[in-house]
């Protein structure tokens, strides 16, 4: 891809409306647990056909009137034709639809600009000495070191790449940084021929639908009577798909799982639920103060609608049940979180946590890295996650009574084109930390989410209040035995 000659040529891009999507083999009616195939080809905004591979699809059917929803899979063929497949699951219609979810174009486009330097976040040093303060511009890529004038603070980061131009006041030292800030976000600055970029925000969808009929059946839908609390890890990973909606509620197909607030705090009780990290994992803890009567112990307690922390809410953060003798806390992930004046121990990455957690332990732990990496080259997200399944396989040892969930990539849209690419990464993400995990398969449950956000058109980064009620009995219910 990053050999690709006319990316500026925007009529070379793939256009969503001049692509077509169409039934492989059309039948009249299908029947419950058929496979629907249908064939995308795409076309460039000249109406020429691509002939080429790399744009990344999606494909998924619903039917609103009972609230049924999935997400389907697509099969590139490398010629600018796609095969998307889906599962019929329900009985009744279903509607389906296709967008593209990035272009080649778009791909590669960010891939060089992350080359050429470009990062979407401005982070800085802050080195205090006796009688002065110096702040300087941080780093987080080994290529920083080439600059020479730089304060290597890898170290003191927990072995993760750290680098502080040189502070230039004398008796200031690199041994005296002492925090970190990472707020603002950095735009993207575009040349003319570049523009193009600005063109769409998120996914296209190609026009047009197409509708299929499943005769009503003895039993409408299709589902597993396997409690999830005793289906192997393994398929939570392998599941395709993870699962489908019905009357609203998410049924994960390899189990099912019927979860309430009694049974989370049975669940919980006499135990720590460990989360680690963003807003979007931080959304959770406050979910469960509000509906699991909680005790508000640490952190900024407020929030916005959807359960969304407003100012300065990326500190530690504890919550705790006292009937029940449960604590529920959430961590930042650390950098390339959002930080403002945050030490050394407030940016803690998750890893480091996960070192900290004692032999023995019966807790929970849930840990999720997404967002924020978007902003950055992808090979600082795959050494991360290298270091958190290096930290699991240790907790494994010690505790092995513990409970981990990795928490996928979640769809949603991204509104503003000039930071990166937002949600439409996810599948390289998703292959990424399926890739890291394959040894821990059976002993490590995956939140694939990322399917049952795509299936109901999710837009917001931060899911609304019912998407978090979905959510969560879905981890308890792998967790949880009743």
């Keep these: 891809m990053m050999n690709d000659t006319e990316i500026n040529d925007f009529n070379h891009h793939t256009s969503a409306t001049a692509s077509k999507m169409s039934l492989v083999n059309p039948q009249k009616v299908y029947t419950l647990n058929e496979t629907i195939r249908v064939k995308i080809v795409l076309f460039d905004h000249k109406n020429r056909p691509k002939t080429r591979g790399g744009d990344m699809l999606i494909v998924w059917m619903r039917d609103k009137t009972k609230g049924a929803a999935l997400a389907g899979s697509v099969i590139d063929h490398d010629n600018g ?23 080649r174009e778009k791909m590669v486009f960010m891939q060089r600009e992350f080359k050429k330097g470009y990062v979407g976040k ?17 780093h987080m890529d080994h290529t920083f070191l080439r600059m020479g004038q730089v304060c290597n603070l890898t170290d003191k980061h927990y072995g993760v790449p750290l680098y502080c131009d040189k502070p230039k006041k004398n008796g200031t ?20 021929n570049s523009e193009w970029f600005l063109k769409t925000a998120g996914p296209d969808t190609l026009p047009g639908n197409i509708t299929v009929h499943i005769p009503s059946a003895p039993n409408p839908t299709l589902s597993s009577n396997n409690p999830c609390s005793r289906t192997n890890f393994r398929h939570t990973w392998l599941s395709n798909p993870a699962g489908f909606f019905h009357n609203s509620t998410w049924r994960p197909l390899s189990c099912f799982n019927y979860i309430t607030g009694n049974d989370v705090d049975r669940c919980l009780a006499n ?9 979007t994992v931080r959304q959770l803890l406050t979910f469960l103060f509000k509906y699991q009567n909680l005790t508000w112990r640490i ?56 070192d900290e957690i004692p032999s023995g332990s019966r807790d929970i732990v849930l840990i999720n890295l997404y967002a ?14 290298k270091h958190i399944r290096l930290a699991i396989e240790r907790l494994l040892r010690r505790s092995p009574n513990i409970k981990i969930a990795i928490k996928g990539p979640h769809y949603f849209v991204t509104h503003d084109p000039h930071f990166s690419l937002g949600g439409m990464w996810g599948p390289v993400y998703a292959k990424i930390i399926r890739q890291e995990f394959v040894a821990l398969y059976d002993r490590v449950i995956y939140l694939d989410l990322w399917d049952m956000l795509v299936s109901v058109e999710n837009a917001n980064i931060h899911p609304s209040e019912q998407l978090l009620m979905t959510m969560l009995p879905t981890l308890f219910g792998y967790v949880c035995i009743k």
Excluded at 122 to 138: M, R, V
Aim: charged share 15%; aromatic share 14%; hydrophobic share 40%.
């Design 122 to 138: 401005n982070i800085t040093c802050l080195f205090h000495a006796p009688n002065l303060t110096e702040i300087t511009s941080g």
């Design 173 to 192: 030292q690199c041994s005296h940084w002492t925090s970190i800030n990472s707020v603002p976000f950095v735009r993207m600055t575009l040349k003319p």
């Design 299 to 354: 952190g900024p307690k407020d929030t916005s609608s959807n359960f969304i922390p407003t100012s300065k809410w990326y500190s530690y953060s504890e919550a705790h049940n006292k009937r029940f003798h449960y604590t529920v806390f959430w961590s930042p992930h650390g950098l390339p979180m959002s930080f403002e004046h945050a030490n050394r121990t407030a940016i803690r990455p998750s890893f480091v946590h996960l």
């Design 271 to 279: 135990r720590t639920l460990r989360m680690f990290g963003d807003s």
């Design 81 to 103: 034709t796609y095969t998307g497949t889906l599962r019929i699951l329900w009985a009744g219609h279903a509607v389906i639809r296709a967008g593209i979810l990035c272009t």
């Design 372 to 385: 924020h990496f978007l902003f950055f080259p992808l090979h600082m997200f795959k050494v991360r996650m």
